[in-house]
């Protein structure tokens, strides 16, 4: 799927039918049962025709929170609420929506400040509608991007008075983005006041912080233990001569300890905190997240304490440090809080060992993300086969009917958690919605004279998923196939390149454009993304795009990315060809200064539509590429998919030589 | 040819047979008389085959240099010599290799420091072994690039005592480097003290500056007058609020005021400097340069003042600007001495708008570069077929006698002015010496059984060429066929690349690997480079390689670039294939996002020689660009072949279908 955030479901996911999928699993687990149990706050998708246009009063809550400010306790004149939570995670619980409650804007990407006399939200080109139909008369607007309007850090600056006093939650604030933003302040005698949420502080009926029951991962799905990933981690501290690291991302703490949770929609993730120093590692966890598997899955060697406690052990250990003159390593999305508790003085900054250790997977986690995407294209394959035999047959299905029918086809699969991400189920104009979701009652009827574009994935216990196909299901025109083609050849070009060691996917990234630029196309996403082994659908550090910041981290064996070039024809249609693949070693027949070559190795195995293939474009590579996937997949899915089934027909009719 | 940089010419030139060329040129022209008149200190290539072993004496002249030193007039503990002159030029006249003649170390690349107890010579991988051959028991050879080695910045702060005094010739200097080196080294109590160039006091028989006559370009050949390029240059004055900029880059002043001179080897540029604000522009000459005609060009609105004088005159604008709070843009290559005598309170540094404009070229010298490249491809037509023939019949020819037999025919073009660098004529082994430059005596004999390379060009009054070809005169055998074809594959990737205005040459790159890199194979130097119109053949400030700062200039139509993707193989062969291209507006059926879409036009039309393609490898839409491009060789260039000559026989043979 594209890089970018795409918006969170609004529908609860009801998963109890997945009980089923549960018992068929392999591994030894403990399965949580609260899974469900984080409804999330509504959050439509970023284009019109999907658009809730109904804007919420906010007039009480911003009053209310006017009068916190003014309060003697607080005493701010600016308070600036940011979408993320305290772990700086790309999606959030319901109950850290403080954004959303505070302006009724639900976009997936904002952030806002109520000063005494002023309310801005801040947004980008993709929620300028939505926000404006969101937003009551107490908010104004400000268009990010347009060449007028400030960024909010200059606003915070130039167009509060002088002097303001800006509070903000330094749990929701990373320590690098408010060193620079202090520096800027403090020249027009601005400075920045940490409080405690003021939103928290007058938000009613605010959602229970989720704290499901956690899962524990076996070495046989993980391939090496905590303790193994704790030691190495400790060694490349003792490399960094820093005397621990606090490990705040949510992601992070899941792939160290083994455990997965569901405290945050379609992301596996629970609550917590962890420090791990050479003597010792402390794991913060929700109370009612802790069992006695957890424990005894823990061992001595990790402490369990409560959430909330991380701050007041950090501010302990500032003193020591200081005596001692060490720092801790903070990652660089670490927030602010937990920088002042540890004394900013005793800390140094620099992306996160951890999530540099999770980006390369092992070899178990490798043939869990090629086991399950066995399972997984075998359920798409069924979903295809019986979405074109409903159309064949007239029935009506829309796009969520469809979604709802893939999930249930992704259930039925051993191993099978959730969702990855909320499915993208797009017929016609609606897949050029690059993060279309398709909702009831809006939800388009599939048109079979549409193109169809179907962006999805799952969680399973070996691993997370992610593919996306275009197909037509009765004839496409001429334009529809050379524009299918070009980003074919781009998927293609991707698929099979080989590079030396130290090549980054920011140089990749032009493989996959290539042959549409040719014909004067582009997309305008990244190519590809990390995926998290049962974990996030969106892993860093690395990636394929035109992010300057990928260019820093070269791809190396074990690593996942996306291959996902499209083309998006702005009310016409939307074509995307998304495989995951994994980062392997090539085997050139030379290995010029010395050097290692590396390649991929796909691992989502569905048929790329022929009918959608303009084939006097492609090269005898090409062709000879497109004839090898289709024999793959038919050697390595047909055993998945049921005897006589229509999956197993549709297969058998599609994986075929042009 | 590659992007380093190559040695200069052991040979003087003599260029006196080239009267005849420049009486046939159908231009407007001032011929100078004194083309040959800079002959050149003898520097070896880097590689050992062609080293000269001997080392300098450099007793007396260290010597002598350290008293100067501790003279109550210098009072310096250290003085450091680089390599470049006042004008950061990439080759530099005699009287500028300072560094040369302090050390006895020859190469083009290095940096000397002279203490009062030690002298350290820096130079990088490509001069070890020539280094250390060169320089005498007075000097330590400083390996940069070796972990161990400081660079000479961290020499001159680590390595001599604090509280050190650094002499430096502010001339020879950027401003840019010498502020960020007097915050180091005012760390440890160390100062850059300006002196005058204390090797210049100390060098007997220092070669004269040369100061050559000029020749004046007509705007039949410029496109534009001297006038309309100072005009467009004070409008990007004024954008950018600054009230005048100080031209310091010889090839910029040169294209500026549409003249050329001959005061540096193979680039046809003179000592000058010049300063334009709205009001005025002044140029600034050696005396012996200045004719009649050249004050009848420059006209009224250009000040002719004595070169040496432009310090005072900055000096003079000091006070004024300070007065009304004005500054003066300096390019980032401007030199400290410049800095000072404006005060660089006074200044701002970018880079220069002189280089950038530079390097679009107008419609007149892209036509310029076409027309040039048509003589210059059948010069190298002719060279080809004399140098088969002789081959063929037992001659015996040397790589030297090859690069003199390629001049000749050269020299034969009209409007041949000199070349654009020392012919690289190289036969086998010799070939993977990527700067590779025969020399007599120690010129290798051309062997037929042997791949062989040839990369050359000329200066034109209407252009500069650079072209590189590899031939076999025998039968190539598979592995050298399979290298050629991957080395020509990344060639026609880069030719026919269509991409969206703002894509860089940093991201077309990876383009001309992506074959190599499929056979582990990979080269060491850049893919292009700008090329000037009958200025320097290698021109800033974009290019095509890996270097991160060609990520930040786009490629704009009319920009020049060489497509030279190459392969060596040490001890054995070296391949490359290069043209000059044009950046064109390309006509694609599309222009997604509103966007332009560009792509190149190839002015070089030599033909790729076909027995050493092996063409199962190709795709056929590569079959179709060889077919193609042999056909516009045809079509172009036979006319420019005397009809029954070797050379058009030998066109005729070559430029065919595969």
């Known amino acids: 799927m594209a890089l970018a955030q795409f918006p969170i479901s609004t529908t609860p996911r009801t998963l109890s039918h997945l009980a089923c999928a549960f018992s068929s699993i392999p591994f030894s687990l403990f399965i949580h049962s609260s899974l469900s149990s984080s409804p999330i706050q509504p959050i439509p998708p970023p284009h019109p025709p999907n658009t809730m246009s109904t804007a919420t009063n906010t007039t009480a809550r911003v009053q209310k929170l006017r009068e916190l400010m003014q309060s003697p306790e607080h005493n701010v004149t600016a308070f600036v609420i940011p979408s993320e939570d305290a772990h700086q995670s790309e999606y959030v619980a319901e109950c850290d929506e403080r954004r959303g409650y505070i302006s009724g804007f639900t976009g997936s990407a904002g952030l806002a400040v109520v000063s005494l006399e002023s309310a801005a939200l801040f947004t980008d080109g993709r929620y300028f509608l939505q926000a404006s139909q969101q937003l009551d008369s107490n908010w104004t607007l400000m268009k990010s991007g347009l060449p007028e309007v400030p960024t909010w850090q200059e606003y915070l600056v130039k167009n509060l008075p002088a002097g303001s006093r800006i509070g903000i939650d330094p749990l929701v604030f990373t320590a690098t983005d408010a060193s620079k933003l202090e520096v800027d302040l403090a020249k027009v005698g601005s400075s920045l006041v940490p409080t405690a949420n003021l939103v928290d502080l007058i938000w009613e009926d605010r959602p229970a912080r989720p704290a499901s029951k956690l899962m524990i991962l076996s070495t046989k799905s993980t391939g090496r233990t905590h303790a193994e990933k704790i030691e190495q981690l400790r060694k490349n501290l003792e490399k960094k001569s820093v005397a621990g690291f ?179 189920s797009s017929t016609g104009p609606n897949g050029a919605i690059i993060h279309y979701k398709p909702e009831k009652p809006k939800a388009a009827r599939i048109n079979p004279d549409l193109v169809y574009l179907c962006d999805s994935g799952g969680q399973y216990i070996d691993g997370t998923t992610d593919v996306t196909r275009t197909l037509h299901f009765k004839t496409p025109n001429a334009h529809e196939k050379r524009c299918f083609t070009r980003v074919l050849q781009g998927h293609i070009a991707i698929d099979s390149a080989v590079f030396p060691d130290g090549t980054s996917g920011y140089l990749l990234d032009i493989l996959a454009r290539r042959a549409l630029w040719a014909d004067g196309l582009d997309f305008r996403h990244g190519t590809g993304h990390g995926v998290g082994a049962f974990l996030n659908v969106h892993e860093g550090p690395h990636g394929c795009g035109t992010r300057i910041a990928y260019n820093d981290i070269p791809l190396v064996p074990g690593m996942t990315l996306t291959n996902e070039p499209g083309y998006y024809e702005d009310g016409e249609f939307g074509i995307r060809i998304e495989n995951v693949m994994l980062v392997r070693k090539a085997d050139t027949p030379n290995n010029f200064g010395g050097r290692n070559y590396y390649g991929f190795e796909h691992v989502t195995l569905v048929p790329i539509q022929i009918k959608m293939i303009e084939r006097s474009l492609l090269t005898h590579n090409e062709v000879d590429w497109i004839n090898a996937y289709h024999a793959e997949c038919l050697a390595k899915v047909s055993s998945f998919l049921a005897p006589g089934s229509p999956g197993l027909k549709w297969l058998q009719r599609e994986a075929v030589s042009i």
């Open 246 to 424: 606090v490990v705040s991302g949510l992601d992070e703490i899941a792939w160290l300890f083994n455990l997965r949770g569901s405290d945050v929609h379609c992301n596996p993730v629970f609550f917590s905190y962890a420090i791990v120093t050479p003597d010792y590692t402390s794991l913060y966890l929700q109370e009612k997240s802790v069992s006695q598997e957890v424990k005894d899955h823990l061992g001595s060697e990790v402490a369990i304490k409560p959430y909330e406690t991380i701050f007041d052990d950090l501010r302990a250990m500032s003193s020591s440090l200081k005596a001692n003159n060490k720092k801790i390593l903070l990652g660089s999305r670490t927030n602010l809080a937990m920088a002042v508790a540890l004394g900013k003085e005793n800390t140094v900054e620099a992306r996160s060992p951890v999530t540099d250790a999770k980006a390369i997977k092992n070899e178990t986690e490798c043939e869990g993300m090629r086991q399950c995407h066995l399972r997984d294209s075998a359920a798409l394959i069924n979903y295809f086969a019986w979405l074109e035999e409903q159309l064949a047959n007239g029935v009506e299905v829309d796009e969520a009917d469809g979604a709802e029918r893939l999930e249930k086809f992704r259930a039925e699969q051993a191993g099978f958690v959730g969702l990855s991400f909320d499915t993208i």
